[in-house]
């Protein structure tokens, strides 16, 4: 007869835990939410709306934009 050997496996989480220290995805919630808000409530019509929030998805990327022109880059 052979005898059964149990093994015990230990499965280990290596670097992709949610405590890292940066807040960069509540940042960027908090900021959606704000810039939806200013756009929404300047729009004229429910497509302008729209556009306001489809304009709040893409804010990080128009700012990046308007500082490297400031910048002459």
């Not at 290596?14 to 405590?19: A, D, M, Q, R």
């Amino acid at each position: 007869m052979t005898k059964e050997k149990k093994v015990k496996c230990v499965y280990v989480k290596k670097g992709y835990g949610h405590s890292h220290g940066f807040m960069g995805g509540g940042f960027y919630g908090l900021a959606f939410i704000g810039t939806a808000v200013y756009y929404v409530g300047h729009a004229d019509g429910f497509w302008m709306g729209v556009l306001g929030v489809l304009k709040a998805i893409v804010w990080p990327a128009m700012l990046i934009y308007k500082v490297f022109t400031l910048l002459n880059m």
